[in-house]
């Protein structure tokens, strides 16, 4: 086994299986559905990324806590934003952008 290899209980370690092209990072979408950045986001979505891990919605109207939570983390209640392993991205353009890189 090679020495960077760490193994933990039940499998792999997240750096080893990164380097396996098998891990992606939680992703999470706050959107609200009158907004056209976060359509455009969603409408690429729809077509680029079937069979990809999935992208959790969590939209700040119809959930005012997922609106809280946008604030406080994020600084901002602007949408589209991008929760990369719980790490705030906002821009539609840079979500798309990012999103097409892990392709
Ligand atoms: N440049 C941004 C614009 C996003 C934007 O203006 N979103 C509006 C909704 S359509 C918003 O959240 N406004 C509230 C705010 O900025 O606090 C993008 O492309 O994502």
């Given at each position: 086994m090679p020495p960077e290899t760490v193994v933990v209980s039940g499998g792999v370690c997240r750096f080893e299986a990164f380097e396996m092209g098998a891990v992606m990072p939680e992703l999470v979408l706050y959107k609200k559905d009158s907004c056209p950045y976060c359509q455009r986001v969603m409408r690429w979505i729809d077509a680029?990324?079937?069979?990809?891990a999935p992208i959790a919605y969590r939209d700040i109207v119809t959930e005012p806590a997922a609106a809280e939570e946008l604030v406080r983390v994020g600084g901002k209640r602007q949408v589209p934003c991008l929760f990369v392993d719980g790490t705030p991205m906002y821009e539609s353009g840079d979500i798309v952008a990012y999103l097409a890189s892990l392709e």
């Open positions: 680029e990324w079937a069979g990809r």
